[in-house]
């Protein structure tokens, strides 16, 4: 994978693909995140003199929908830039060649409408692929957190564009993650939570291998629960998944790996109640739910990752959006945020609590990726990666 910053870019024009995949509501971008994480590839491609035009998906359009155009997201890049940002209500064709065109070298920047308004896109359309590249002469991926999408944006355009790059986002999300997986600092410590053992199996099976603890909570901490023979009541467990997670407490003996599963819940007859009760796992009543790990669990997940070097942490341990809810995540987010000298975090919920808290600070680094994010962790190749030659 050949990096932005060895290319030359003097008068070139240069497409960059990035995620500006950000909330827009009545028109205007409510969370730019994505947006100020794109900022230093189109920077790097500006200050060295190229005429630069940046494409993204939002949102999942069916069509042509004003409701999902970017033209919010240029404006606020234009804000975040403080350099003039032209918008182009289309993705190909001869009006964007010319607006590219005539764009003055490093001075200004053009925002294309969303990719997904291209029947092509998601089909990896090769004669879509091939006029991206015709827009120009080096296309840069800086979208990790779409690259494992085989589209014609992503993936597609990099077999034919004259030359192709990694953007500088792409590759810091590339080697964060590689690191972790490859040559951590050990020890590595994985928290994992959130909804379902299920989307996440084949990430608990590919870390296990490789990490030094694990720690789940979160509703998947539930099933595995179950498995061990406790009462959940009417939590949220993948009965299906009853064998996977007794196969993985099996896998974890002898290897190594110490893994750690939450001692007492947050509990309650449904989200809505005014505060949660806390119960020794042993002890959930049948008609509650687990909707959070409980204060014993947090000290134990807490001195579960004291002397940890490297901590990976994705999936809330509870229902955070609600406040009864909300203590395990919160008080993992802070042990987290503590431990270890590189503490990496990923996934959309778990980005979001940790910037409820205003922790995003304290970590070494934050994917802005959640499928992308897990499918890396889970060791497959992604598409936008594979097409860069990575
Ligand atoms: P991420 O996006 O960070 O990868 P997930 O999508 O896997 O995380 O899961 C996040 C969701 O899991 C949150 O919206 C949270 O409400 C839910 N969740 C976590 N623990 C529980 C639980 N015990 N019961 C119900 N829902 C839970
Ligand atoms: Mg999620």
């Known amino acids: 994978m050949r990096s932005i910053e060895k290319l030359e870019l003097k008068n070139k024009r240069v497409l960059i693909r990035a995620d500006l995949n950000v909330p827009v509501k009545n028109g205007e ?29 939002l949102g999942r359009p069916k069509g042509k929908d004003s409701a999902y155009s970017l033209k919010p997201v240029a404006e606020r890049l234009g804000e975040l830039l403080g350099m003039p940002v032209r918008f182009v209500p289309e993705t190909v064709g001869e009006s964007v060649a010319r607006e590219i065109g005539s764009l003055e070298p490093g001075k200004e920047v053009l925002v294309l409408e969303n990719v997904r308004f291209e029947p092509g896109e998601e089909k990896d359309d090769e004669h879509l692929a091939k006029a991206y590249a015709q827009l120009c002469d080096v296309f840069v991926n800086d979208a990790f957190a779409s690259s494992h999408r085989a589209h014609a944006s992503v993936a597609g355009v990099a077999r034919f564009a004259e030359e192709k790059a990694a953007g500088l986002l792409l590759t810091r999300e590339v080697m964060s993650l590689k690191w972790v997986l490859e040559d951590p600092k ?55 998944m009853l064998k996977k997670a007794l196969e993985v407490l099996e896998s974890v003996k002898g290897s190594g790996c ?31 739910q687990a909707l959070d790990i409980g204060p014993a669990s947090v000290q134990l997940f807490k001195e579960g990752l004291e002397g ?15 406040p ?60 936008g990666i594979v097409a860069l030659g990575g």
């Open 29 to 57: 971008v409510s969370d730019d995140f994505r947006i100020r994480a794109s900022l230093p590839t189109i920077r790097l491609c500006l200050d060295n003199g190229a005429k630069v035009a940046v494409m993204s998906h």
């Open 258 to 288: 110490t893994l750690l599963l939450p001692c007492d819940a947050g509990v309650g007859e449904g989200p809505d109640v005014p505060r949660a009760t806390y119960v020794p796992v042993g002890m959930i009543p049948k008609e509650a």
């Open 186 to 240: 050990r020890p590595l410590s994985v928290v994992l939570g959130g909804a379902k053992v299920s989307t996440k199996i084949g990430l608990i099976e590919n870390l296990l291998k490789k990490t030094d603890r694990l720690l789940i909570g979160g509703a998947m901490a539930n099933t595995f629960l179950k498995a061990l023979g406790h009462n959940l009541g009417k939590s949220l467990v993948e009965d299906d």
């Open 308 to 322: 940890s070097m490297t901590v990976l942490w994705n999936g809330p341990m509870g229902m955070f959006e609600v």
């Open 324 to 383: 009864s809810f909300a203590l395990g995540t919160y008080g993992v987010a802070f042990a987290v945020s503590q431990a270890g000298a590189f503490r990496v975090a990923g996934g959309g919920e778990t980005d979001e609590a940790i910037e409820r808290l205003g922790l995003a600070s304290t970590f070494s680094f934050i994917s802005t990726a959640g499928g992308a994010f897990l499918e890396f962790l889970e060791g497959k190749t992604l598409p």
